[in-house]
């Protein structure tokens, strides 16, 4: 069994890989990539990263990329991979704005600054699990059904102990989601000001 978690974990962490270089090879090119062709590329990558190839290595890279990095959370894992869809909406403001201040308010709370540790409410915690429905509930609200879906699918890992952490917080949240949230929000900070600056300079009198 644990022979068969380290496999799935190392084939997650090989698609994974495989995911950011095809969308970084997607951003520097001038075409939309057809899904088939992400697809295939993304099977090609995966395959070199699973499989030992030698040159010193006794590992596959994935598995030392995951010795480095750890496992990433469920939602981190599914909002890479379904934003590679070519119908993928693009994750709502709203919800980089809740990652971000969560993650300002998580991580040093959970790194001994203050009495309170939230990261212990991951461990079976009744009240925590239902403040993560109810942000799920939230998501479908808004129209965000892939949220609904990716935190369902973040408390199933959960319950199955899909990843080898028993606590709920290493499903929702890695320090990658965080700094992915907290860059898009400076993005839309610096965007809005330069706008507004820009507005500024074209009505200026005289």
């Known amino acids: 069994m644990n022979n068969l978690m380290q496999t799935l974990a190392l084939v997650e962490m090989s698609i994974t890989c495989a995911a950011v270089i095809t969308l970084l090879v997607q951003k520097t090119s001038h075409q939309q990539f057809p899904l088939i062709a992400k697809v295939l590329l993304i099977l090609l990558i995966s395959n070199l990263f699973f499989w ?78 239902i403040a993560v429905l109810l942000f799920a509930t939230v998501c479908g609200l808004a129209n965000w059904n892939k949220g609904v879906w990716i935190i369902a699918i973040a408390i199933l890992a959960w319950a199955a102990h899909w990843h080898e952490s028993a606590n709920l917080w290493d499903y929702l949240l890695d320090p990658f989601l965080a700094i992915w949230a907290l860059i ?23």
């Open 184 to 206: 898009a929000l400076f993005g839309v900070l610096y965007r809005k000001r330069r706008e507004k600056a820009r507005s500024g300079y074209l009505f200026r009198p005289g």
């Open 52 to 129: 030992p190839l030698g040159l010193g290595m006794e590992l596959p890279l994935s598995a030392y990329i995951r010795g480095v990095i750890g496992d990433l959370s469920i939602v981190t894992t599914l909002l890479l991979w379904t934003s590679l869809l070519s119908l993928s909406k693009p994750t709502p403001l709203a919800l980089k704005f809740a990652v971000a201040c969560i993650a300002i308010a998580f991580y040093p709370l959970a790194l001994g600054l203050g009495m309170i540790d939230p990261y212990a409410w991951g461990y079976g915690s009744t009240l925590f699990l």
